[in-house]
Each structure stands twice: as C-alpha cells, then as structure tokens.
C-alpha cells in the first residue's frame, strides 16, 4: 500500500474530485463518512472529547481547503487520517503545556465525563475488576494511554484501538516500520504496567 | 538475559508477526519460565483492553458544523479572487489611468519624433510666430478634458512640452511675452502637428544687436546665431569651449558670409556655454539669452546645437515683425 498510486481505486475518487472542481456540497458525503473514525482518532489521542470535537472540525476544514492539492500518492483516508492526528498532537502538546494533562498515577482520580472514580489498590492481589463495570476498566486504559508520552500514544491508539495496519501507520505518522513495531511494544508494556497498578493483577 | 530479549519480542509473538523458527524458540523459552509466560499473557491482556476501547459518538451537529464553515470557506474563497482581480478600487483604479496616460504620452512622444522629418523640408528660415492664442484654444478644446488629468499624474513628459511653449514663447519676444499663456501653457498637451515655431528677437523696440541670439528649438535641439568680428578665429574658439565643455563637434560647414557649427552638448553644460558664447561674441539681447539659460534648466539629457557663426551686420533674413 506504501506508495502505490491509488487513486483510481480509491473509493472516494468520484467525490473527491467533486471537491476538487469545487462542488462544496460533495464534501458532505466525505464528512459523514469519516467523521466518527476522525472523532475517536483525536479522542483517543488527547483523551479529552470536547477538544476533539474541535480538532475533527479543523480537521476536515482544512482538509477541504487543501484537497487540491491531494495528489493521490495515499489514499484519500489516510491522507484525511494524517490531518487529524497531526492536529492532535500539536493540541496535546499544547493542552500538556498548560498542565491540564498530568501524569496518570495511581492516586489521581481519573477524570471523566462520568464523573471521578478513585481506585484503591486492593492488598493481596485481589482483583477489584470484577467489581468494576467494563465501561470503568475502559476508562482506566484510556487513562493509562493519556500517561504515555505522545509518540507512544499515537502508536498504541492508532495499531489497538483503531487497528490500521503496520504501513497505514508508517504512512501517517511517517516513521519506518521498524519504529512502530518498537514503539508499539514500549507502548502496550507501559500501559500493562500501569494497568497492573491501577486494577491489580489483570484479570484473563 | 534472555528473558529480557523475549519480553520485547512479546509483542511481535502476540501478534503472530514472527518466524516460525522464533516461535519456537520463544515457545520453548516460555514453558520454562513463568515470569516470561506471565509477561506475555499480561502484555496480551493489555493489547485486548485496549483493542477493547469501543467507538464514541460524534455530537449530531458536528457534521453540520463542519458543512457550515466549509460552504462559508468556498464563498471567501471566490470572493477573495474577486478581491484579488481588481484589488481596492483606490489602488487599482489610478494604476490603470495612470499606465494608459503612459501609453497615450509615449505614443504621442514617438509621434512627435517623427514629424520634424517631415517638417524639416518644407521648413527654411522661415519664421512663424504662431499665435499662441490660437493654439491654446484648439488645443484646449480638443484635450481639455482628457488631458487636464493627465498632467497631474504624469508631470515629466507633460512638463518638457509644455516648457518647450513657454520657451519658444518667451525667447524673441520681450515686452510681448505673454506670461500668462507662457504658464498656462505648462497645462496645454502639444498638439500633435507642428510644435517647431521659430521665433525671433523682434527687435522693434531697441535696437539692432550686434550680437543676436536666436533662439530655435526643435525637439531637443538648439540654433544659436553668434555674431562676431572674425569668424574663423570665433569658430577656433566656440570649438575650444565645445570641447572643454566635454560636448561633441559632428558638422562644421563653411559658408561665404557664416560658419555653421553642429555640436551635441550635455544639457547640464548648456549654461556654461551660453557664458562661454557670451565672451567670444557680444551680447546684446539678454533677455533672449536669459530666458534660453532658463529654459535649458529644463532640458535633459544630451542636446543637438546648431551655431552659425556671423559677422556684423545685422544679421540675415532673420529679421521679421
């Protein structure tokens, strides 16, 4: 997939080129076919859902802006994708200079729209998951994945949670594949770590 | 050691992403050791969590957001070329006045080149005084409108045309100049037929000069007329102060009653050479002289001047009312 012209065989050529004479509205059809992957690309990423609301906007405003100039050396996607990520990253980097985004540790309460849950670490091992809904282990893992430093997130964000391939990843982020590969296994054992801190043992 | 080396291919053997020969290797390693097996099976857990983070949904309305500043963004965009073409109106718009006077001003100047060929046949020493008032009015009719614009914006072509009048206006003429037109006439576009007037010292009023100097533009040319005592001697010296004066001699003719000298002077020399005449010849008619010294202030570049070296007398067929 790694520099094949694919633009023929893109499912979003006819459309795109629409953009590309102009046609505003063909946008639309872009827009709603991929802003639910784009929302949750910049969620997972900054792990703050109303800064991703915005990021996905300036995300496809920009896109737009620029679709002239897609040439086709990737797939449309990945080149939609590629805006996104960028975009939050430069807002996370600015969202951790302004403090907002502290490390995760195991005391801190874990900040949700659900409000704050402490943990406690349960003594002797004991699993405290199975006390614990699915939807709060989720919001541990996500807690976790905000603890790594942000080339680690990407990675971990973009290969388990939204599952791209090794090349679409070394595409968007413009690393080699070795590097995903390497980052990828920092990433997931960081985030075991913390897990185990967090909920204990790791339930099977 | 080892362990160390397994754990990090742990995420590789999670994913299959291995050769078969390490496989192996890793499996063998793994039946043996329980810390390396509890890695992997933490590390397969973590990569499930994770693979387990389902999809959120986007707010309803971020679709339509997104269309509304798109659409919004084409609208300034073809506004912005728009913009673009014909720039603020009080910018563009004086460009292109001012780059069509240039048109109009130069096509006229090369117009003008052309005409002295034509009229240098017909013309001898002919002198017309053309009534400036005749000019002006035809002119004015004809460009009035057009042109009063013009000079405003595009001083220097108009300034040379309108001087070149005043000159010729002034030059020959004393208590007759007529001031007012002389600076009006700064205002006038030249016509474009015949700007060449020959106009001479009237002297009517005082008079006759043994020295006269008359005073003949044409384009960017000059005639002189010295009078001295000894012309060959007066020719030896005007060619001395040519030189001097870093001009260039082209022609020199001789005549049975004058010399007639072609040179090319810088016009910035114009005033020397005036004084340097001055002294070889006697000067009579200051006023000729002054306004030509005036006059050439206004000159640029390189001028073309005629001398005809003169004895006594009063002079030639020059003399008119």
């Not at chain 1, 639309?28 to 703050?48: A, H």
């Not at chain 2, 563009?92 to 780059?99: L, N, S, T």
């Not at chain 2, 108009?158 to 007012?180: N, Q």
């Not at chain 2, 001295?228 to 001697?233: A, G, L, T």
């Amino acid at each position: 997939m790694k520099g094949q012209k694919q633009l023929n065989l893109d499912d979003d050529y006819d459309v795109v080129l629409c953009c590309q004479k102009g046609e505003v509205e063909a946008f639309e059809e872009i827009v709603k076919k991929y802003q639910k992957k784009m929302f949750n690309i910049s969620y997972r990423i900054t792990g703050d859902d109303s800064e991703a609301e915005e990021i996905v906007q300036d995300a496809f405003v920009s896109a737009y802006r620029g679709i002239n100039g897609f040439k086709g050396k990737s797939k449309f996607s990945t080149w939609l994708y590629t805006i996104v990520i960028n975009l939050s990253r430069n807002r996370l980097k600015k969202i951790k200079k302004r403090g907002l985004n502290e490390q995760f540790s195991i005391d801190d309460p874990v900040d949700t729209d659900d409000g704050q849950i402490k943990i406690e670490l349960a003594s002797g091992g004991l699993s405290v998951l199975e006390k614990l809904e699915k939807k709060e282990v989720d919001l541990k893992v996500q807690g976790c994945i905000n603890a790594l430093e942000n080339e680690f997130r990407e990675v971990i964000v973009l290969r388990d949670i939204q599952g791209f391939s090794y090349d679409e990843i070394s595409d968007m982020l413009k690393i080699a594949d070795g590097t995903v590969k390497s980052r990828l296994h920092r990433a997931r054992a960081a985030v075991k770590d913390c897990l185990k801190k967090t909920i204990g043992d790791l339930p099977g | 050691m080892e362990c160390h080396r397994i754990q990090e291919k742990s995420s590789a053997y999670a994913e299959n992403l291995i050769s078969s020969e390490e496989k192996k290797h890793i499996d063998s390693h793994l039946r043996t050791c329980p810390k390396c097996s509890l890695y992997l099976e933490e590390l397969k857990k973590t990569i499930a969590y994770a693979q387990g983070l389902e999809d959120i949904e986007p707010p309803p309305w971020l679709a339509q957001k997104v269309m509304s500043r798109v659409r919004e963004e084409s609208a300034n965009w073809k506004k912005g070329i728009i913009q673009k073409l014909f720039f603020p109106l009080h910018i563009k718009v004086p460009i292109e006045v001012i780059a069509t006077i240039a048109i109009a001003v130069t096509t006229l100047y090369v117009y003008k080149t052309i005409q002295p060929e034509m009229r240098l046949t017909e013309k001898t020493s002919q002198q017309v005084i053309v009534s400036e008032q005749e000019e002006k009015k035809s002119v004015l009719k004809s460009n009035e409108s057009f042109y009063k614009d013009t000079f405003l914006k595009a001083p220097e072509p108009a300034k040379r045309e309108g001087f070149e009048k005043k000159r010729e206006v002034l030059v020959g003429k004393t208590e007759t100049v007529e001031a007012p037109i002389a600076l009006t006439g700064e205002k006038i576009m030249p016509q474009e037929t015949d700007e060449v007037f020959d106009i001479e010292a009237i002297g009517a009023k005082k008079p006759a000069p043994e020295l006269k100097v008359m005073a003949e533009r044409k384009r960017d040319s000059i005639s002189l007329t010295v009078n001295v005592k000894d012309i060959r001697s007066a020719r030896k010296e005007i060619r001395k102060v040519l030189i001097q004066l870093k001009g260039k001699v082209i022609k020199t003719e001789s005549f049975e009653d004058k010399d007639v000298l072609i040179a090319e002077l810088s016009s910035k020399e114009l005033k020397d050479l005036f004084g340097k005449l001055r002294l070889i010849g006697e000067v009579k008619e200051k006023d000729a002289l002054y306004a030509l010294e005036v006059d050439a202030a206004r000159f640029r570049g390189d001028v073309k001047i005629k001398i005809d070296i003169e004895t006594g007398q009063t002079g030639t067929a020059n003399n008119q009312n």
